[in-house]
């Protein structure tokens, strides 16, 4: 499996000295799911004992998605029903980025859960669920209750050079 830029394998906006320090983007379900196969072998190369099992990462269901983007709120967002300003990345939400590029990582403050993103995620199975909002989203579709869905080969329309995704641990 290759990741393919949706610059033709360029850089969008070009590299100065630093390489940018955005979230995982232009994901797939099948992209979601092979990281997840990785991140298990690797738990399992670590912990032998665990050799027999699946692995304890997975993509969360959407209700776990909603909890998790909540953060045991009842608001639109976790900070508040209204946007605000500075918040999150998107068309509208107040930051420097705003519909212009991806924020750096870790550049919003956590959510009381300490999930920092809030980025779309591709849901668990076919069709794709897109859950929350996007870089480029209007601040009105960025909420924890935003829904949307394509079809999983994007031939509907193919949300993946929005969407990142969340992963969901299972506790022994």
């Known amino acids: ?41 690797e738990v399992r190369s670590e912990h032998p004992q665990l050799a027999s099992h699946g692995g304890p990462y997975r993509l969360p269901s959407e209700a776990e998605w909603e909890y998790a983007a909540r953060a ?39 959510n009381p859960f300490g999930a920092r993103r809030r980025m779309a995620r591709r849901g668990s199975q076919k069709p794709a669920k897109i859950r929350g909002g996007s870089w480029d989203n209007l601040s009105a579709f960025v909420r924890s209750a935003a829904r949307s869905a394509s079809s999983a080969d994007g031939g509907e329309y193919d949300y993946s050079g929005l969407a990142g995704f969340r992963v969901a641990r299972d506790l022994p």
């Open 72 to 110: 045991g709120t009842t608001a639109a967002r976790w900070w508040d029903d209204a946007i605000g300003s500075g918040h999150a990345d998107c068309n509208g939400c107040g930051s420097h980025w705003d519909d212009s590029e991806l924020a750096d990582v870790d550049s919003f403050a956590p």
């Open 1 to 41: 499996m290759q990741w393919h830029s949706p610059g033709n394998g360029l850089a969008w906006p070009p590299y100065d000295d630093e390489p940018r320090r955005w979230p995982a983007a232009c994901l797939d379900w099948n992209d979601a799911n092979a990281y997840i196969a990785w991140l298990n072998a």
